[in-house]
């Protein structure tokens, strides 16, 4: 069982950078997908950002991509997301999620993820 513990949520203001991290229990990193997604209140769960685990390739959602870069660290099993220029509608709670046997044409889907972790809030102010 795969545990994920999100942390370096805040209060910002809008403009200003906040970098997330997603620290696994074990080496998961490596296979399958890797992702980011937003929930706020009465909303579905919002797809952000996701990596292959083989290779690195990246996938933002169109509100994200050119402020948002997803990246890793395998050897200390912690996934990122450096968010910048950021604005008051990326409001929310952010979660890390896994999927070891992810396939990519669902990398955007929270479905087909396995491992979740409890997520970390983030506000930004206008």
């Known amino acids: 069982q795969v545990q994920l513990v999100e942390s370096g949520g805040g209060l910002v203001q809008a403009g200003g950078s906040l970098r997330l991290s997603c620290a696994a229990s074990?080496?998961?990193?490596?296979?399958?997908?890797l992702g980011w997604f937003r929930q706020t209140p009465g909303k579905e769960r919002e797809f952000v950002a996701a990596m292959r685990g083989r290779g690195g390739y990246t996938y933002y959602a169109d509100s994200v991509d050119g402020r948002f870069t997803i990246s890793r660290d395998s050897a200390k099993n912690t996934l990122f997301l450096q968010m910048n220029s950021l604005k008051p509608e990326d409001t929310g709670v952010y979660l890390c999620?896994?999927?070891?046997?992810?396939?990519?044409?669902?990398?955007?889907?929270?479905?087909?993820?396995?491992?979740w972790g409890q997520g970390t809030q983030v506000t930004v102010s206008s």
């Open positions: 999620a896994v999927a070891p046997g992810g396939i990519l044409s669902s990398i955007r889907s929270p479905i087909q993820y396995d491992y």
């Open positions: 074990e080496r998961t990193f490596s296979s399958g997908n």
